[in-house]
C-alpha cells in the first residue's frame, strides 16, 4: 500500500505546507514542532547539510550569502526579466546567469538552477510526510498560482521529478482552495476565490455544482505579493532612518535583512494589533563607530495608506476576472481568502466592501490549498472511480493566451485564455522557401499582440517532412494544453500524415539529462534536522 | 468498468470527426446556455481523464483524453454567444462536413464581426470611442451638458460620424436652457 500514498503541497513563495487524505478529509501535516507551515527558506550549513523550513529562516541574516528564500519569485523566469533584475537588487544570496538566459543560483562553490532549490523545500516536505506518515512517499499534487506560465509550471514540474517525486498533477492555488471549500457539501454556488500570497495574487471565478468544480474565469498578477506589503514598510523606515541619522539602511545587504525582518514583523502585528512597535538594536554602524538602533512606531492608518494602491490594485484583477466570466461582484455567493495578507484588516475590509459581502469565515488561508491538493491527490489515486465515478473534479482553465509569433515581431493568438483545459489546437504552417526541410515557430504566452511583450515559451523546429516547391508542403502543427497547463507542440506533414520530429531550442529550462542529474545530487542531500534516510 | 463502456469510448472516439459539438455535448442544436452548461457538468462526470488515471489501459485512457478535449473544444465554442451563433447556422448550412470543428477562420470572422459592430456603434477611432462613451454615461445618469461637451469632443474626432451628431441634438434638447442676453 504505501506506493498508493500520494501528498498535497502547497509550494508558496514564503511558506509551504503539506497535506494527506486520511478518513475523508484533509489533514495537513506537521513537523516533529507541530509546526503546520514551514518557510520556504533553504540554508545550506557549513558541514554540507541543508536546512529548510522555519530554522533555515533564522539564517537569513546569520547565514545571509549562503541562504535562499523566495525562490518561487524566479522559478521559470528569465535572467533579463525585470522579476530578477529586482531580486538581484535585494537578495544577500549571489544569482548568476546560466544557459539559454536561465537563472542559477549561486552557494558557495555550488550552482543551482531554480527548481533544483525548489526540490530541497520538496524533499523537505516529503521528509515531513513520511515522519508524520511512517511510509514512504514518492508521490504528489503539487499546487502553482493559476497565473503561472508554462515556462514556470514546466519548472515547477521538474522541481518535483528533481526531489524524487512522481508528480500527479500541478493544480492552480485557487481551484485547489475552492475544492477545499466545497468539497463533500453537496452546494451549487458561485464562488470568488482571492488568493493574495507572498509574492503572487490569483483570483478565480469558480461555479461549483456539487462534485463538478468549474473555473470560469482566472485573472492574476506575478508581481504582487505580501512581500510587497513588507517593502513599502521597508521603504518608510528605511527614508526615515536617512532621514534622522543620514545612513541609508538599504545599501548594506546584512541592514536590509534585518529591515526586512522589522517590516514583515510589523506587518503582521499592524494586522493583528492594529499597532506595531518596531525596534531593531544595532542595526548599524556610523562611519565614526556609533552604533544605531532602529525605533519606530506604525499605526493603522498609516499602514493602510503605505499600502492601499496595492490592495486596489488587486481589484483591478478582480474587475478583470469577471468581466471574462461575464459576470459582476453581485453575482457571486460566496467569497473565499487565500494566502496569510488576507489576515490583515484592510484586505479583508476592502474585500467585503468590493463584493458587498462578508467573506467565508473558517476556512484557514494558510492552509486550504494544501488541504485541496491532498483531496485532488486521493482521488487521482482511487481506483473505483473508473466504475463509481469521483467525489470532484476539477475543470480548469489555461490563464493566458497561447500564441504563435509572425512576421513583424507580432504574435497571433491560437488558444484564448480562460479555455478550459486539457484542449487542442491545430493550425496550418507551409514552407516560405523552395526546398525547406524546416519549419521554425515560436510559442508565447500573454496577452499582447506584440510578441515581445508577451512571455517566450521556445523555438519549435520541425523537420523530417516532405522536401518541395514553397507553399507546397503543408504542416499541421498541434497545440495542446495539459491538465496541469502545460503545453505540449507537434507537427504532421499534412499530406503523409507522418509524423515530424521536433526539436525545442532556446527553452531556459532543465533537459532530461540536467533533471536526472539533479535529481541525483537532490537524493545526496542530508537534510539538518531529519534523521539521514 | 464495465465492457460496454469500454466498447462506448472506443466508438466515440473514433467517431468524434462526424459529429458536431451538440452530438458531442448530446445536446440539441437549439439548447440554451443554461442546458449547454448542465451537459457539460454531465459529460465531465463521464469522461473526465482523471477519473479514469489508475486505468492501467494506456490506449483507453488515450481515447478518453481525445474525447474529453473535444468536450472542452465544443464547451469553448457553444457557451460563448457570438461563436454559437455562427457555428449553428454554420452546422445547418451546406457546409456542414467541413464546418463540424470551429476553425481559424471561424474565429477570426466572429472576431472581426465584433470589432466592426464596436466600431458601428461606438465610433472608429478610440478617442471618439473615448469621448462617445463618456457622453452616453453622462446621458444616462442626466448630466446632459457634459454628455454635449464630450459629444462635440467625440465629434472633433469623427466629425461625419452620424449617430454622435444625433446624441448631440438630443443632448442639446434636454441640457437645461441658459440664456446668456444681458437683461
Partial sequence: ?533 | MDESFRIEVERLSGALDQLDYFAVLKIEAGAIPAEIRAAYHRESRIYHPDRYATVDDETFRGQVARIYRRINEAYTVLRDDARRRKYSADVAGPDRPRKLRFSEEDEAEVKGAAKRRTVEQMGQTPNGRRFFSAALADAQAGRWEAAERNLRMALTYEPGNERFKEQLALAEKNRPKQDFRIK
Fill in chain 1, 1 to 533: 500500500m504505501s506506493d498508493d500514498i500520494a501528498v498535497g503541497i502547497d509550494l508558496g513563495t514564503s511558506y509551504s505546507a503539506v497535506a494527506t487524505f486520511i478518513d475523508g478529509k484533509p489533514e495537513v501535516l506537521t513537523n516533529e514542532w507541530g509546526e503546520r507551515t514551514h518557510a520556504s527558506v533553504v540554508s545550506f550549513l557549513e558541514d554540507g547539510t541543508v536546512l529548510v523550513g522555519n530554522s533555515a529562516k533564522r539564517n537569513i541574516i546569520t547565514n545571509a550569502e549562503n541562504t535562499v528564500y523566495s525562490a518561487k519569485r524566479l522559478i521559470g523566469r528569465f535572467f533579463f526579466s525585470d522579476e530578477v533584475k529586482k531580486a538581484q537588487a535585494v537578495m544577500p544570496y549571489r544569482i548568476v546567469e546560466g544557459p539559454n538566459n536561465a537563472v542559477r543560483v549561486q552557494v558557495g562553490e555550488r550552482v543551482l538552477a531554480i527548481p533544483e532549490v525548489s526540490a530541497l523545500v520538496l524533499k523537505e516536505m516529503k521528509a515531513i510526510a513520511e515522519t508524520a506518515l511512517g511510509h514512504e512517499v514518492r508521490k504528489a499534487v503539487v499546487t502553482c498560482p493559476a497565473y503561472f506560465n508554462d515556462n514556470q509550471r514546466q519548472a515547477t514540474k521538474d522541481a518535483g521529478r528533481i526531489a524524487g517525486l512522481e508528480i500527479l498533477r500541478i493544480i492552480n492555488e485557487p481551484t485547489a482552495a475552492a475544492l477545499a471549500y466545497g468539497f463533500g457539501k453537496d452546494i451549487s454556488q458561485r464562488i470568488c476565490v482571492y488568493d493574495l500570497g507572498g509574492g503572487t495574487f490569483d483570483v478565480s471565478i469558480l461555479e461549483i455544482g456539487r462534485d463538478v468544480f468549474e473555473v470560469i474565469a482566472t485573472a492574476g498578477d506575478t508581481y504582487l505579493g505580501g512581500d510587497d506589503f513588507d517593502d513599502r514598510i521597508m521603504a518608510w523606515l528605511a527614508d526615515d532612518f536617512q532621514a534622522k541619522h543620514g545612513v541609508d539602511l538599504r545599501q548594506n545587504k546584512f541592514c536590509l535583512q534585518m529591515l526586512k525582518e522589522a517590516g514583515e514583523k510589523a506587518k503582521i502585528d499592524v494586522g493583528r494589533d492594529g499597532q506595531a512597535v518596531i525596534k531593531v538594536e544595532g542595526i548599524c554602524q556610523t562611519p565614526e563607530g556609533q552604533v544605531l538602533d532602529l525605533e519606530q512606531a506604525l499605526g493603522a492608518d498609516q499602514f493602510n495608506r503605505m499600502v492601499m494602491d496595492l490592495v486596489q490594485r488587486t481589484f483591478k484583477v478582480c474587475d478583470e476576472a469577471l468581466q471574462s466570466a461575464r459576470m459582476t461582484a453581485s453575482d457571486i455567493d460566496a467569497v473565499i481568502l487565500v494566502g496569510a495578507p488576507t489576515r490583515l484588516p484592510i484586505v479583508r475590509q476592502s474585500v467585503r466592501h468590493y463584493f458587498q459581502k462578508d467573506p467565508m469565515a473558517g476556512i484557514n488561508p494558510d492552509e486550504v490549498v494544501a488541504q485541496g491538493a491532498a483531496i485532488q491527490a486521493s482521488a487521482l489515486q482511487n481506483r473505483s472511480a473508473a466504475a463509481g465515478g469521483q467525489t470532484s473534479y476539477l475543470l480548469d482553465v489555461t490563464p493566458l493566451t497561447l500564441r504563435v509569433g509572425t512576421a513583424g515581431g507580432w504574435a497571433e493568438p491560437i488558444i484564448d485564455k480562460n479555455t478550459p483545459i486539457p484542449i487542442e489546437k491545430s493550425k496550418t504552417f507551409t514552407t516560405s522557401r523552395d526546398g525547406q526541410d524546416r519549419v521554425r515557430i515560436r510559442v508565447y504566452q500573454g496577452e499582447s499582440k506584440k510578441a515581445e511583450e508577451c512571455e517566450f515559451l521556445g523555438e519549435f523546429e520541425f523537420s523530417g517532412f516532405r522536401v518541395g516547391y514553397r507553399g507546397e508542403v503543408l504542416i499541421q502543427v498541434t497545440f495542446e494544453i495539459d491538465s496541469n497547463g502545460i503545453v505540449n507542440v507537434s507537427a504532421t506533414d499534412n499530406e503523409t500524415g507522418q509524423k515530424a520530429s521536433t526539436t525545442i531550442n532556446l527553452s531556459s529550462g532543465l533537459t532530461e539529462a540536467d533533471i536526472k542529474s539533479a535529481s541525483d545530487k537532490n537524493a545526496e542531500v542530508v537534510l539538518a534536522g531529519h534523521p539521514a534516510s
